[in-house]
């Protein structure tokens, strides 16, 4: 399995070893969000922020990725509150000032 993109796995393949087959996990799943390479600090920055944001919201989010995301979270922190304080050691000052800032209603 080759975790790339299509488009990477088409410009750039990979030596495979006789016998072995090649299979591109196109880890992007043909979304179209990254159609080149960047080419400077600031498209690099760019391309994530967007990738992200399609990751989540996109037509092309994909549940099953988010799912998974979310099982792992509750299977090793028992919550996500427990995984922004213990996994990613957010105190609860910062917490609140997040859930302040970024949640509505």
């Not at 992200?52 to 299977?75: C, H, I, K, P, Q």
């Not at 105190?91 to 997040?98: Q, R, S």
């Amino acid at each position: 399995m080759d975790p790339v993109t299509a488009s990477e796995s088409a410009s750039a393949p990979d030596r495979v070893p006789a016998g072995a087959a090649h299979v591109v996990a196109d880890v992007l799943a043909g979304a179209g969000t990254f159609t080149t390479m960047p080419k400077s600090p600031a498209e690099a920055e760019a391309m994530m922020v967007e990738g992200n944001r399609s990751m989540v919201s996109g037509a092309t989010a994909r549940t099953a990725y988010l799912d998974a995301g979310f099982d792992e979270v509750e299977e090793e922190y028992g919550s996500f509150r427990a995984y922004l304080r213990d996994g990613l050691g957010i105190d609860n000052h910062a917490l609140k000032e997040l859930e302040r800032d970024l949640l509505v209603g």
